[in-house]
């Protein structure tokens, strides 16, 4: 079934949606909100990036040293990989979990612990918050919410079974 549209004007019940292979898709509504607020960012990635850290490092200085000093690029690609994420979640692509799965696993060689998971989302969460984005609202951050718990939900489960620390 493709994705609904922009509008997010699916005509199937909202519930929990799933995706021909199993994986958890988007509820139709947040699908519509998400794809319309990742269309609202586009070219604005590097103040996401710019406000993300600045944030998340602040509120966890503990995690800095997790970060290469100068690793600019890897920041930049987390959050692009966190948008493509978002975006391949509200599509329900099939590819998506097997990735977060890897991405999940190399964190964890990183050192990233699990509970840094719902900081980053907190973090990500009012970083989207301050962007002033068309159509902004409580309604497109719920939606944003559930779709980062997801995410990271998958990626953290991946990396305490390869004995990252909870
Ligand atoms: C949605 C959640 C996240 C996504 C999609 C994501 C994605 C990525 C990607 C694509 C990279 C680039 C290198 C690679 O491919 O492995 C990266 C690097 C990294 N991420 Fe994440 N990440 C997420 C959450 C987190 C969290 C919660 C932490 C906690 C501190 C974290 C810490 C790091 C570190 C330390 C690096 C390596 C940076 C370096 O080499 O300097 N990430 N992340």
């Not at 200085?61 to 000093?69: I, K, N, Y």
């Not at 975006?87 to 979990?97: G, I, N, S, T």
């Not at 991405?103 to 998971?117: L, P």
């Amino acid at each position: 079934m493709p994705a609904p549209g922009p509008s997010g004007q699916a005509a199937a019940p909202s519930g929990a949606a799933v995706a021909p292979d199993g994986a958890a898709a988007a509820p139709p509504d947040d699908a519509g909100l998400l794809t319309v607020s990742l269309e609202a960012l586009a070219g604005r990635e590097g103040e996401v990036v710019e406000r993300f850290y600045a944030l998340f490092f602040s509120r966890h200085p503990e995690v800095r040293a997790l970060f290469g000093e100068h690793s600019i690029s890897e920041r930049e690609e987390m959050i692009s990989e966190t948008l493509v994420s978002v975006m391949a979640h509200a599509d329900a692509e099939p590819w998506l979990d097997d990735n977060l799965v890897a991405m999940g696993r190399s964190h964890a060689e990183y050192g990233v612990e699990g509970h840094s998971y719902p900081d980053f989302v907190a973090s990500m969460l009012d970083t989207m918050d301050g962007l002033d984005l068309d159509g902004w609202g409580p309604d497109t951050r719920a939606a944003w919410e559930r779709a980062l718990a997801r995410i990271t939900g998958v990626m953290r489960r991946a990396g305490d079974e390869v004995g990252g620390a909870a």
